[in-house]
């Protein structure tokens, strides 16, 4: 069993690089089976999120070779059937997306429904099923399959009873080759939606309006295989100005798109934390000994980042006064909240709100990540918490932050992940 083990107090300085944006990549890489050509695909991040959407789609026939750490070449040619029985597809949320890419290909998909991150109970798919059934697909869910199904594909307009990511990204995908325009209202407007629409134009896809609420699909008869590199991680990039905050520390963070990061640095600002803004970098540092409590509201894009939510609640649980916390996208994303309890932090949850009490100090204990971003707040909480953390359940963690462990010990982090014999008797730690 794998853990990480960190001893808290040390103030995070120096430079880290962000890697390729998770969810723009666990987007495009379906998006290639829309052709039958060969894609390569540049600053892929190196996360456990990516290896299984790569294993999901060799079952599928694609061929699929590691150019070097972070470029993928994807060769689609021998992708021949739009039934996809490989049991991996449970385990992560975004292997849905092959549905709409094998529908805009073959007019058809068997796709098992999709797993993810839990926050509170079954992540619906009404809204993807909606977009499919106005382009003209049959829908059903049989045994845990969705079945999807059309003669031919003819562009609708679709308004989106929620903002979703997915379901946009999804009627993106089955419209491109669809004949006539799809128009999609109420469009989630996040960065890796651009980033799949400049892929799907670079294909020769005819998509506009990306970033806005009203993206505009114009059916194209053709696609053809391309060299793409994926933007920079918003969330990632997020994560490290937290952690930086939290430690009081001074941190340059390089590979970033400032604009992406708008709303997480007018909150930290309001909170105390200076930001120095480049053109593709930013430096976080706080140079007064208090931050000021805040409240924070999270929203689909512009607003401020459910993704970020778990880790603006760890860093407000050291700040002196009373911050709120709400969650406005996901119904319960606070199933972390009583392991941060553990380390002293004072949170009471209501509903979609987290009451802080900021604590002077957390306190090293043993926590388990319950899920991806809570594992960055529970990282977070341990940097700057008296004492010794350990991290349980750290795979959660490893499927979206590309070596967490090496960039925070280069930013002078005291943490390690260990190996520990799940026998008992026999369990020495081997540090890695
Ligand atoms: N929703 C519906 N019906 C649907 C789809 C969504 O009611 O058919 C609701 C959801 O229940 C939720 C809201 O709409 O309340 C937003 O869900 P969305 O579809 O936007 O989420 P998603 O596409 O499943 C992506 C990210 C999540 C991120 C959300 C919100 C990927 C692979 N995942 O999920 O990222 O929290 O958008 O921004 O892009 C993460 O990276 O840690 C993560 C969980």
Known sequence: MEKIIISGGKKLKGDVTISGAKNAAVAVIPATLLV??????????????????????????????MVNKNTLEIDTRKVASAVVSCDLI?????????TGALLGRFSKAAVSLPGG??????????????????????CKLDGGVVHVSSEKLIGNNIYLDVVSVGATVNIMLAAVKADGCTVIE?????????????????????????????????????LNGITYSIIPDQIEAGTYMVAAAATKGDVTINNVTPKHLESI??????????????????????????????N????????????????????????????IVSEGVWDNRFGYVEELRRMGAQISVDGKMAVIEGVQRLKGATVRAPDLRAGAALITAGLCADGTTII?????????????????????ANIKKVTFDDDPINSVAKAL
């Open 36 to 65: 039958s050509d060969i894609c390569r695909i540049e600053n892929i991040p190196s996360i456990s999120d990516i290896t299984l959407m790569c294993k999901i789609m060799s079952e599928m026939g694609a061929n699929i070779r």
């Open 90 to 98: 449970r385990n992560m949320r975004a292997s849905f997306y092959i």
């Open 117 to 138: 991150c839990n926050f509170g109970g079954i992540r619906p798919i009404d809204q993807h099923l909606k977009g499919f059934t106005a382009l003209g697909a049959n």
């Open 186 to 222: 109420n469009a989630a407007k996040e960065p890796h939606i651009v980033d799949l629409a400049n892929f799907l134009n670079c294909m020769g896809a005819n998509v506009c309006g990306a970033g806005t609420d009203i993206i505009k699909v114009h059916g194209v008869k053709k």
């Open 265 to 294: 640095t007018a909150k930290l600002e309001e909170i105390g934390v200076s930001i120095e803004e480049k053109d593709e970098s930013l430096r976080v540092y706080v140079n007064k000994d208090h931050l000021i409590r805040c």
């Open 296 to 323: 924070v509201k999270t929203l689909p894009y512009p607003g401020f980042p459910t993704d970020m939510q778990p880790q603006i609640t760890a860093l407000l649980s050291t700040v002196n006064g009373t911050s």
């Open 392 to 412: 349980e359940e750290i795979s959660h963690i490893e499927r979206g932050y590309e070596n967490i462990i090496e960039k925070l010990r280069s930013l002078g």
